[in-house]
């Protein structure tokens, strides 16, 4: 969909820290992250939210982000990992393609679900290629 940025990284038009690609679905760094290994795992086609999303892309989304959270856990081993979701600007949403955050957390972390400053570059390359590996090597 024209000028929404997440079909632009979808379209390789723009950039990404990219995870993980198949043929419904992507996961990248998101640019602003609230901590270490904050991943977004979005599907392909362009649908604003969950209430317009078909159930076989959620499907494949949700299998996605199980995946992930779990190398997430092997890669950083965290105290725990949030998984979120918002729908509508009253929600907080912020890009109005789907997509669904995963935020590795610590004890005494802040439970913030935006970050304010855009990511190290070379830190978010390297953790991308971290958690790619890690992926890769993934059976479950
Ligand atoms: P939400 O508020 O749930 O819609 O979250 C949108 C998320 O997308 C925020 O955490 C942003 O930091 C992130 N984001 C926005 N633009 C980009 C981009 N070009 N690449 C990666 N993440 C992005
Ligand atoms: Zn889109």
Redesign the pocket.
């Known amino acids: 969909m024209k000028g929404c940025?997440f079909c632009q990284?979808v379209a390789g038009e723009?950039p990404?820290d990219l995870v993980h690609e198949d043929e419904g679905t992507m996961t990248?760094?998101?640019?602003?992250p609230v901590g270490k290994g904050h991943l977004?795992v979005i599907p392909k086609a362009h649908s604003e939210n969950l209430f317009e999303i078909p159930e076989a892309e959620l499907e494949q989304v949700v299998r996605h982000t199980r995946r992930l959270a779990l190398v997430l856990r092997q890669v950083f081993s965290p105290d725990g990992i949030a998984v979120h979701q918002?729908n509508g600007a009253a929600a907080?949403?912020?890009?109005f393609h789907y997509?669904m955050?995963l935020i590795p957390r610590w004890d005494g972390d802040p439970r913030a679900m935006?970050?304010r400053v855009r990511g190290d570059a070379a830190e978010m390359a390297e953790n991308a290629r971290l958690i790619s590996a890690a992926l890769a090597e993934f059976s479950d």
Not at 28 to 32: C, I, K, P, Q, T
Not at 92 to 95: H, R
């Open positions: 940025i990284i723009a990404c990248f760094m998101d640019l602003f977004l918002l907080g949403q912020t890009v997509h955050h935006h970050g």
